[in-house]
């Protein structure tokens, strides 16, 4: 690469370590500069981050002058720029995997009872209060007015949210919307994912693709979702949590990415 591109990453986020497997996997340390956006303290919603990705959202890259603004972008640009020639996206895995039904930060922060409601409620709270604060915060900025709307649509969603996660609403329709995020994700774990797995190895074949990126990082924050704290609790923690023996195929998967350096130095934990 010509100019030295910048990633922008944060250590508890899904869609930033799929970039980061792919970094891992396909450049050297030093060819690109990682800065962090703290999620949690809502770092993503300063006027100048949104001028980088009018999402807002991470993973986003810049290099060569130009923005990626989605993982799918970036993934896709590390793997044109690198010299290991690896098998790219399946699109339509990648739709799956980064569609609202399966949607792994859901997976992260729903609660389906009052037990998992009060066994979150710390790191719900403290996501969503982080987030209230700086969007209200970075709101009245002057360079916040050319993006009014962007601002008044999550202040009224997270702030719906984080009343729901400290009690002030009713919680049973989420309990219910809760239930069905889960079961779509237990769904999809024993069956259409394995159409797409490999018996061995990687959907790329002996080294990981750029489908393997999306999956990998979504499987690790599936097993995380479920209680695991480490790579070798994650298997029971499916297990318990689906209520079913994790198939062959899965358990040869995540043996494969869990033993690659690049996995080892983007999950020091599980998240
Ligand atoms: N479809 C997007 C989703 C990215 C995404 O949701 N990233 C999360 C972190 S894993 C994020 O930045 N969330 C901040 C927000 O939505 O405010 C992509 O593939 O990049
Ligand atoms: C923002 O997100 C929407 C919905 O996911 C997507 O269609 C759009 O392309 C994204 N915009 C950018 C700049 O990434």
């Not at 603004?69 to 020639?85: C, D, G, H, P, W």
């Not at 609202?100 to 389906?112: E, G, V, W």
């Not at 009872?113 to 009245?140: I, N, P, W």
């Amino acid at each position: 690469m010509s100019t030295k591109p910048i990633l922008y990453v944060f250590g508890a986020s899904v869609w930033s370590a799929a970039a980061e497997l792919a970094a891992a996997e396909l450049f050297s340390e030093g060819d690109i500069e990682y800065k962090t956006v703290n999620l949690m303290e809502g770092e993503n919603f300063a006027p100048s981050f949104i001028k980088k990705n009018p999402n807002a959202t991470l993973p986003t890259l810049e290099a060569e002058g130009q923005f990626y603004t989605s993982t799918l972008e970036v993934t896709s640009y590390f793997v044109k720029k690198a010299s290991t020639k690896v098998k790219s996206a399946n699109p339509e895995l990648i739709e799956i995997l980064h569609a609202d039904n399966l949607d792994p930060n859901t997976a992260l922060l729903l609660f389906r009872d009052d037990d998992e409601h009060k066994a979150k409620s710390e790191l719900g709270t403290g996501f969503l209060g982080g987030r209230q604060a700086a969007l209200e915060k970075y709101s009245v900025h002057p360079e916040a007015e050319p993006h009014k709307s962007f601002y008044d649509e999550r202040i009224a969603a997270n702030g719906a949210f984080l009343k729901l996660y400290q009690g002030k609403s009713s919680k049973d329709e989420f309990f219910a919307k809760s239930h069905s995020h889960f079961n779509n994700i237990a769904t999809f774990f024993k069956g259409p994912l394995l159409s797409y797995l490999p018996e061995s190895g990687f959907i790329g074949g002996k080294i990981p693709g750029e489908d393997d990126y999306h999956l990998g990082a979504w499987l690790t924050r599936i097993a995380a979702s479920v209680g695991a704290k480490n790579k070798d609790d994650a298997i029971p923690a499916f297990e318990k949590g689906f209520g079913e023996r994790v198939p062959a195929k899965i358990v040869s998967y995540w043996k494969a990415w869990t033993e690659r350096p690049s996995w080892i130095k983007v999950y020091p934990e599980l998240h």
